[in-house]
T-cell receptor, first 114, second 117 residues
Framework: DQQVKQNSPSLSVQEGRISILNCDYT??????FLWYKKYPAEGPTFLIS?????DKNEDGRFTVFLNKSAKHLSLHIVPSQPGDSAVYFC?????????????FGKGTRLSVIA | NAGVMQNPRHLVRRRGQEARLRCSPM?????VYWYRQLPEEGLKFMVY????????ESGMPKERFSAEFPKEGPSILRIQQVVRGDSAAYFC???????????????FGPGTRLTVL
């Protein structure tokens, strides 16, 4: 039973345009969400996070939006660059319980075409 | 750069042998997590440890798998009598003590790719 779902296995975007990666979750206890970026043969790298008390968090070209009622979050990358091509994982945790393990989605492979 | 270190990066074992995967957390981090990634899948939690303590092992298979994080030295994930289905990438992550940061951010190592022949 997948608690965190990334329904698009892949996404292609032209350089300079916006990339939108989506993530849905089922567990209403989740209160902290993270996006990780992963290149082949490397470990995931933390990108951006959002707490459930917010609905938006921005860091440079990356913005994460959270819609708690829909149990949906999205990562926007604008403008997209070829170096953004990687697999993006959405992850969720129950922050109020302390350092709990992360629950990951299956990932979305983003290809940014020059 | 005192990031999370994992070794070996690649490990090949024959069926029935033992695999030992090592993880050194980031400096100042006392929490270690092990995750497994099967091909075309996301990362799946296996076990969460602090020094000399297993906090949560709900994701560990009941048999053949064990983990430790001794007072001195790296965390070890041990797989006994490996089978082909154990072939995967095993990632270790570390984080700070709870309460020292509002961010439940885990920093990942580069992973160990285990291949069972």
């Amino acid at each position: 039973d997948q608690q965190v779902k990334q329904n698009s296995p892949s996404l292609s975007v032209q350089e300079g345009r916006i990339s939108i990666l989506n993530c849905d979750y089922t567990n209403s206890m989740f209160d902290y969400f993270l996006w990780y970026k992963k290149y082949p043969a490397e470990g995931p790298t933390f990108l951006i996070s959002i707490s459930s008390i917010k609905d938006k968090n921005e860091d440079g070209r990356f913005t994460v939006f959270l819609n708690k009622s829909a149990k949906h979050l999205s990562l926007h990358i604008v403008p997209s660059q070829p170096g953004d091509s990687a697999v993006y994982f959405c992850a969720a945790s129950v922050l109020n319980s302390g350092n709990t393990p992360l629950v990951f989605g299956k990932g979305t492979r983003l290809s940014v075409i020059a | 750069n005192a990031g999370v270190m994992q070794n070996p990066r690649h490990l090949v074992r024959r069926r029935g042998q033992e695999a030992r995967l090592r993880c050194s957390p980031m400096k100042g981090h006392s929490h270690v997590y092990w995750y497994r990634q099967l091909p075309e899948e996301g990362l799946k939690f296996m076990v969460y440890l602090q020094k000399e303590n297993i906090i949560d092992e709900s994701g560990m298979p009941k048999e053949r798998f064990s983990a430790e994080f001794p007072k001195e030295g790296p965390s070890i994930l041990r797989i006994q009598q490996v089978v082909r289905g154990d072939s995967a990438a095993y990632f270790c992550a570390s984080s700070q003590l709870p309460g020292t940061s509002e961010v439940n951010e885990q920093f990942f190592g580069p992973g160990t790719r285990l291949t069972v022949l």
